[in-house]
């Protein structure tokens, strides 16, 4: 990831947690620290992938906003995992080593989300929207770079390590705990085309299908707030 992306994921968040900051609530404003494990994968139609294993950290902030509604933001680096099916060159029996080939890819999230209490401090169902700047799909290790790819003849796992580097993601999800410790899970999509940049490469297609693949990420978490 650059660091002008970074930047600006950082000025970003300072920006909302400054004007949030102006407004006068009746109740709280909580600053809180979070982690946990991730579930990656793609959806696509040009690569055979496995999901794999992650994890996330980051900082939050919950906030009442008006009702039962809370407002929650904030900045959170995440390290997924994908695999993706390639065979390498033929032993001297003749047999193929085929296996999915380990990538993972480093991002930072941005998050501005709506909060539903349906018990204030204990139960709340969260939503909205996403900001993802991410690093390449970087191979795990280069051994695996001329693999060919399962489904081409001559793309190799090494050619789609630069994928899109900012995308737009949806969540949903469940919150649920003490009023300064909560479990999480929740649901991201990845809205935009994480292999469009793929696309501008000169590279084999299948059957002239361009690169199309969306982000499919589980996310379970635990918040401290303090």
């Not at 693999?147 to 999800?173: E, P």
């Amino acid at each position: 990831m650059s660091l002008k992306n970074l930047l600006f994921v950082t000025f970003s968040v300072l920006l909302f947690q400054q004007s949030y900051s102006q407004r006068n609530f009746d109740e709280y404003n909580r600053l809180g620290i979070n982690g946990g494990l991730t579930l990656f994968d793609i959806n696509t139609s040009n690569f055979n992938t496995e999901q794999g294993e992650g994890f996330m950290a980051g900082f939050t902030t919950r906030g009442s906003f008006r009702n039962n509604f809370d407002l929650v933001y904030g900045i959170n680096y995440y390290n997924t995992e994908i695999g993706i099916l390639a065979r390498g060159q033929g032993t001297n029996s003749g047999a193929f080593d085929q296996q999915y080939v380990p990538y993972t890819i480093q991002s930072a999230q941005l998050n501005f989300l709506g909060s539903y209490n349906i018990i204030k401090h204990h139960l709340s169902l969260e939503f909205g929207p996403i900001l993802n700047v991410n690093g390449k799909m970087k191979l795990k290790e280069d051994r695996y770079e001329n693999y060919i790819v399962d489904g081409y003849t001559s793309l190799r796992s090494g050619d789609i390590q630069d994928i899109s580097k900012v995308n737009f993601h949806v969540m949903g999800g469940i919150t649920a705990g003490l009023e300064n410790f909560r479990i999480s899970g929740h649901y991201q999509y990845g809205v935009t085309n994480m292999f469009n940049k793929l696309n501008d490469k000169e590279l084999e297609t299948n059957g002239g299908k361009e690169f199309e693949g969306h982000s499919s990420t589980i996310v379970i978490a635990a918040v401290i707030y303090f």
